[in-house]
């Protein structure tokens, strides 16, 4: 059973790093054909997917959120990172991370979601 587990700060200042890790569980990041995602929900509105890193590496970020996002990974403690910068306080919202078997855009594990509020 693989289980995904978001953890980072939950209120961040206006203009700051954002910075949030998904620590995975049985199984690997490194998995064939995984890709393993952050999405996100700011409140009253719908999902919002930021972007992924795949198995073997590589990422792919949404277009409006690339020039200030980085998905990063540690293979040797299982874990993903998102970090984005120049945080406002349009990017509050509750924060996932989840895991794409088939680098499909669909997702069959998720974390169960970090909150995150930007504010002086």
């Known amino acids: 059973q693989v289980q995904l587990q978001e953890s980072g700060p939950g209120l961040v200042k206006p203009s700051q790093t954002l910075s949030l890790t998904c620590t995975v569980s049985?199984?690997?990041?490194?998995?064939?054909?995984?890709?393993w995602a952050w999405i996100r929900q700011p409140p009253g509105k719908g999902l919002e997917w930021m972007g992924v890193?795949?198995?073997?590496?590589?990422?792919v970020y949404s277009p409006s959120l690339r020039s200030r996002i980085s998905i990063s990974r540690d293979t040797s403690k299982n874990q993903f990172f998102l970090q984005m910068n120049s945080v406002t306080p349009e990017d509050t919202g509750v924060y996932y991370c989840a895991r794409d078997p088939r680098q499909d855009w669909t997702y069959n594990y998720w974390g169960q979601g970090t909150r995150v509020t930007v504010s002086s």
């Open positions: 049985g199984g690997s990041i490194t998995t064939s054909d995984t890709a």
């Open positions: 890193i795949s198995y073997g590496g590589n990422t």
